[in-house]
């Protein structure tokens, strides 16, 4: 059964910092590419960032360019997300998403939110 499970959130004041882990097992996860994306109240889920399954490559949305890094690490088969800067717009629940060959896979959750 895979699972994804997302780890990290919690309240921050404006310019503060959180690292979100995203943790995967019952999958080949160096496979995978791995995406994070968010969704705030009364919005529709948007993309944040990905990371391909090598790690070579990466790829973020305008809105926090700069402030998040994406980093995985296939041996412990798990993806963090390093927010930096943050503000009170990147208040979301923040989802991590694996896709391969088709196949995607969401985690639960974790939310976060940032006060000004």
């Known amino acids: 059964q895979v699972q994804l499970v997302e780890s990290g959130g919690g309240l921050v004041q404006a310019g503060g910092s959180l690292r979100l882990s995203c943790s995967a097992s019952?999958?080949?996860?160096?496979?995978?590419?791995i995406n994070w994306f968010r969704q705030a109240p009364g919005k529709e889920r948007e993309f944040v960032a990905s990371?391909?399954?090598?790690?070579?490559?990466?790829n973020y949305a305008d809105s926090v360019k700069g402030r998040f890094t994406i980093s995985r690490d296939n041996a412990k088969n798990s993806v963090l997300l390093q927010m930096n800067s943050l503000k009170p717009g990147d208040t979301a629940v923040y989802y991590c998403?694996?896709?391969?060959?088709?196949?995607?896979?969401w985690g639960q959750g974790t939310q976060v939110t940032v006060s000004s």
């Open positions: 990371i391909t399954s090598s790690g070579l490559l990466t």
């Open positions: 998403n694996a896709r391969f060959a088709g196949t995607a896979y």
């Open positions: 019952g999958l080949t996860f160096s496979r995978y590419g």
